[in-house]
């Protein structure tokens, strides 16, 4: 199931690419296109902090969790204002859209540290039970 997804994905993106590149060349780039490679871009720009982040910082799961959410936060509203989809009338949608993601992320991150642990501890009882025979 896991190589389905991957490859799913990968197929997805690669077809988004075909379809974006033919797109631009044809018409320019059009307001849905532009509103997705902005989409990219910010999430290439959340990628690069979450990984400085996790090499750089050490802090306890729950407090990890916390400083990420407010950092990244602040990035998607300064990125946002840049772009023009804050205004200062509606800013704190970004709390909401960084909120509803954080908790879809960490609830696929506890799933697969899960399957992680099950994996390793299957590993373990084997390497056990062989070493008792």
């Known amino acids: 199931m896991k190589k ?3 490859d799913t994905f990968l197929l997805a993106a ?6 974006f590149t033919i797109s631009i060349i044809w018409s320019g780039i059009t307001e849905e296109i532009g ?4 989409l990219f871009l910010l999430a290439f720009i959340l990628s690069t902090a979450n990984f400085l982040f996790d090499e750089y910082v050490s802090l306890s799961i729950i407090l990890n969790y916390i400083v990420k959410y ?14 023009g989809w804050f205004y200062p009338s509606n800013f704190w949608m970004a709390f909401v859209y960084v909120g ?6 960490y609830s696929i991150d506890s799933f697969r540290a ?3 642990i099950e994996y390793i501890n ?3 009882a084997g390497r056990s039970s062989k070493e008792e025979n």
Do not use: E, Q
Request: charged letters at 15%; zero cysteines; aromatic letters at 8%.
């Open 4 to 6: 389905i997804l991957k």
């Open 14 to 19: 690669l077809m988004i690419l075909s379809v």
């Open 35 to 38: 509103l997705v490679l902005k």
């Open 70 to 83: 407010f950092v990244i936060t602040g990035i998607v509203m300064l990125y946002g204002f840049i772009v």
């Open 100 to 105: 509803v993601v954080l908790i879809l992320a």
């Open 114 to 116: 899960k399957k992680d």
């Open 122 to 124: 299957a590993k373990i």
